[in-house]
């Protein structure tokens, strides 16, 4: 069981983020919850949780492309909730173009979502989970975390820098009770693929389920996406005592992706 703690996870409005809040909420873990929505719905998502787990909640919109954003909201939920004991850095955006054609904003907003928040909600989590002797720190890389694809130049690096970002702070941290891991997943079920399916859709002229088994038959020898609460449950694995001696990791869950 989780009661007590605080787990932060950053994009926990959609996808394998609020997959894993719910995982983390049915072991009684209080949850500071994260994600673009309107401030309305964001307050009655976690009001939802709170009744639903009887845990305790806190939401917030930060703009993760803002440091300042980042930095104000972990001060405020640290305060709401008490701590930080378990941060699962998730949050993240795609676009695919050839390096040639990639525009330079979207490099940016995926450099600064996917990789660098990271980096900031780590330097402010980490001085207070030494102090506790305790604390989990999940990022949520991808296989592209390991592995190239065409048309993925700012995915790719960011998911190669979060590797590399995790070693180095499981190193850091791994005398003061804080394990630091990349779960590095294959295709999930998700509404952040759904501009991919679509792009094999209409350049093949398929409808969108054969479009999507393409897809994601393309690359990985598992014909099926994987459901998002699979990362969830993966990550309250890492949560666990057993998993103590697991940090610096880059852990695939990629139906054989990368086995290849
Ligand atoms: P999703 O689109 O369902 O969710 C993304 C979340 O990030 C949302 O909560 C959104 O509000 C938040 N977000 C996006 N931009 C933000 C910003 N500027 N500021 C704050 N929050 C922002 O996507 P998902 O598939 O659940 O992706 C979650 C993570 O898993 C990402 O890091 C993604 O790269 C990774 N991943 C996904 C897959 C897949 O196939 N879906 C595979 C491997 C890795």
């Given at each position: 069981s989780l009661e007590g703690k605080v787990g932060l996870i950053t994009?926990?409005?959609?996808?394998i983020g609020l997959a894993t809040a719910q995982v983390l909420a049915e072991q009684g873990c209080n949850l500071i919850l994260h994600g673009l929505l309107p401030e309305d719905e964001g307050q009655s998502m976690a009001a939802d949780f709170a009744a639903q787990y009887r845990i305790r909640t806190f939401f917030s919109n930060a703009d993760l492309r803002q440091p300042e954003s980042i930095h104000r909201f972990m001060a405020e939920g640290t305060k709401a909730l008490?701590?930080?004991?378990i941060l699962i850095n998730n949050a993240g955006i795609q676009h695919t173009d050839s390096v040639a054609s990639f525009p330079i904003e979207k490099w940016n907003d995926i450099i600064a979502i996917n990789l660098s928040s990271a980096f900031h909600t780590m330097q402010q989590a980490v001085p207070a989970m030494a102090q506790k002797r305790w604390g989990r720190i999940i990022n949520i890389a991808s296989v592209h975390g390991l592995v190239a694809s065409v048309n993925k130049a700012a995915y790719c690096a960011a998911k190669h820098g979060i590797v590399g970002l995790t070693k180095v702070v499981a190193i850091e941290c791994a005398e003061q009770g804080i394990t630091v891991n990349a779960i590095c997943p294959g295709?999930?079920?998700?509404?952040?693929i759904n501009k991919q399916i679509e792009a094999v859709a209409n350049t093949k002229g398929l409808d969108y389920h054969e479009a999507r088994y393409q897809l994601v038959t393309a690359k990985q020898p598992l014909p099926e996406m994987l459901d998002p609460r699979q990362i969830g449950e993966f990550a309250l694995f890492l949560c666990g005592?057993?998993?103590?001696?697991?940090?610096?990791a880059s852990l695939a869950m990629d139906g054989g992706w990368t086995a290849q």
């Open positions: 994009g926990s409005t959609s996808g008490g701590s930080i004991d295709w999930v079920d998700t509404p952040l005592d057993a998993a103590r001696g697991i940090t610096g």
